[in-house]
């Protein structure tokens, strides 16, 4: 009796605490699928870890303290079509390349404490692009799809609508300039295209990136492309730093004799040798760099150059995974802020982590994510390298994509395989993430693909297309809101939810340099220096007979 009592306890035991000793019948329906996951941490199934993770965030929401000083500098990230769904891929990528489970990663910039959406159409378009997307994060002004720096009155292409001053937007970098502070950007893509020109161009087609891309009858009115606007007019003549690529855009469609860059442009003008003219005239010291040794090199240096203009591809600069002497996006921002740094008056530094945008559109996810890792990392760098006393740092996206994450795979699965619970009715299986659209077709003669037949995805090749359901020669944006991330001062202007050309106008806010000022825009000033300051010392009479005044009815008040 003993023993059979001792027997049926154990049997109960096993039973309760063996969670996979108990067989599950195959589900009949998606919904009723049954996970296997590899492991789940023991901590995580108790209540008491989720309670004590929730008070634990909770207690420090709770001593955050509102951050009304005065922002000295201000840097702004664009993950160029970093959606919310690539942001939870690219995280569960991130974990399960440490070997962890994934899921619970944390992007950097995921635990900034403030956060927001903003909605990113442009005003003709229900699902916008990176021009018009830039003028508005940049500009604070909404215009038209595939126009740059200009409102909504233009017409695109249109080179009188370009010409007339009364249409052009000016970037906060410009009203960061105009108030004496030092301004950069870094891209991964070229210098020129649609998001960084958001920083210093004015044009109606955004495709006019050299003098080769714009109509003949155009140039004749004066209508200037975007790198020559970039080298040769304010304010992009101005920036202290320029990093990215897009070298073709600057130079002469011929090959140099020093060099075996060929470029596009057709006025035979090298723009690098027009910007070292240009600081030549300035009697300012520069630098012209165009591989990552050169740039460590200046930026091991004692004696920064005063301008830094870099073009490290003749294209866009390569994918992290298949780069070679080339920096890295977090190498970049670390140039640019110790140059930036240097400015008393502080700086505004604009990022671009344009490639997320690139694999995106030809459907290849894993560079995609790997992309938005290395943009992560570079969030990391900027945050360690400042102080959020003084440094109001933004993270965002300009529009989303149409990947998706989806089909119920158990925890710890392979974001870039399929999915591990399940297939299809027709009996295959099928990836955990998948496109709307794109250049890879989901369905052949025989009905739809089965990728794990394809070798490039078995061996997570870089350039392995994932299936979409409408085949397209490139794969298109989202229209969904775009999260916004903040940490600094005014930090807590970018919650809730609100349109995208709100976001320079926060940022200008919390930094002075809008047309709206907050209490700590100027300095407070001690008795001592109330005492000594200007105002004082050229209005003494005023201050004199105050202080008589009071002098007197003391004594009246005492006699």
């Known amino acids: 009796m003993l023993l059979a009592s001792v027997f049926i306890q154990i049997v109960f035991i096993y039973t309760v605490y063996s969670e996979d000793a108990v067989s599950t019948p195959k589900p009949k329906k998606i919904l009723d699928t049954v996970m296997n996951p590899s492991y789940i941490p023991a901590e995580e199934k108790h209540g008491s870890y989720w309670k004590k993770s929730a008070a634990e965030t909770l207690k420090a929401k709770l001593q955050e303290k509102i951050n009304t000083n005065k922002a000295k500098n201000g840097i702004l990230f664009i993950g160029d079509g970093m959606s919310l769904a690539t942001v939870m891929a690219a995280r569960t990528f991130g974990g399960q390349m440490d070997r962890n489970l994934g899921e619970d990663n944390t992007l950097e910039f995921e635990k900034f404490p403030v956060s927001g959406l903003a909605r990113t159409y442009c005003i003709d378009a229900q699902v916008p692009d990176s021009a018009c997307t830039a003028t508005s994060y940049l500009t604070g002004v909404k215009t038209k799809y595939g126009v740059i720096g200009l409102d909504g009155n233009v017409t695109r292409g249109s080179c009188f609508s370009q010409l007339h001053k009364g249409n052009w937007a000016s970037s906060i970098g410009q009203w960061a300039l105009a108030s004496g502070l030092d301004v950069g950007f870094v891209t991964t893509t070229r210098v020129t295209h649609a998001s960084p020109a958001g920083m210093f161009a004015h044009t109606s087609e955004r495709n006019w990136e050299s003098d ?71 009697n300012a010291t520069h630098q012209y760099v165009t591989d990552r040794n050169e740039l460590m090199k200046v930026f091991n240096s004692d004696d920064l150059p005063e301008y830094l203009l870099g073009l ?248």
């Open 212 to 282: 080769a891309d714009v109509p003949d009858e155009c140039i004749s009115l004066g209508c200037q492309d975007i790198a020559r606007q970039l080298i040769m007019a304010n304010p992009g003549r101005q920036f202290k730093v320029i990093l990215g690529g897009g070298r073709r855009e600057f130079l002469p469609n011929i090959t140099t004799p020093l060099t075996n860059y060929t470029g596009r442009r057709k006025d035979g003008i090298d723009l690098t040798d027009m910007w070292h003219t240009d600081k030549m005239e300035k």
């Open 312 to 559: 490290f591809q003749n294209d866009h600069m390569d994918y992290h995974l298949q780069a070679s002497n080339q920096p890295t996006l977090e190498e970049l921002v670390e140039v640019a802020i110790k140059m930036l740094n240097r400015s008393e008056k502080g700086y505004f530094l604009f990022v671009e982590g344009g490639r997320i945008d690139h694999a995106h559109h030809d459907s290849y996810a894993h560079l995609a994510l790997d992309e938005t890792v290395e943009y992560a990392k570079a969030v990391k760098k900027a945050k360690v390298l400042t102080n959020p006393q003084d440094t109001l740092i933004v993270v965002s996206s300009d529009h989303a994509h149409t990947m998706t994450v989806a089909g119920y795979p158990s925890r710890g699965n392979d974001i870039l395989g399929v999915v591990d619970t399940a297939r299809g009715m027709d009996g295959k299986p099928y990836t955990t993430i998948s496109y709307a659209n794109g250049k890879a077709k989901s369905l052949d003669e025989s009905g739809r693909v089965d990728v794990t037949l394809h070798s490039e995805f078995s061996s997570k090749a870089l350039d392995y297309s994932y299936p979409s359901l409408v085949p397209l020669d490139s794969e298109t944006h989202g229209g969904e809101d775009v999260a916004v991330y903040a940490s600094g001062p005014w930090q807590h202007l970018f919650t809730a939810s609100y349109e995208q050309s709100v976001v320079p106008h926060f940022m200008a806010y919390a930094m002075c340099i809008g047309e709206e000022k907050h209490e700590n825009c100027e300095p407070k000033m001690s008795h001592r220096s109330f005492w000594t300051s200007d105002s004082i010392a050229n209005k003494p009479n005023k201050y004199f007979v105050i202080l008589i005044s009071v002098i007197l009815g003391c004594v009246r008040f005492l006699g």
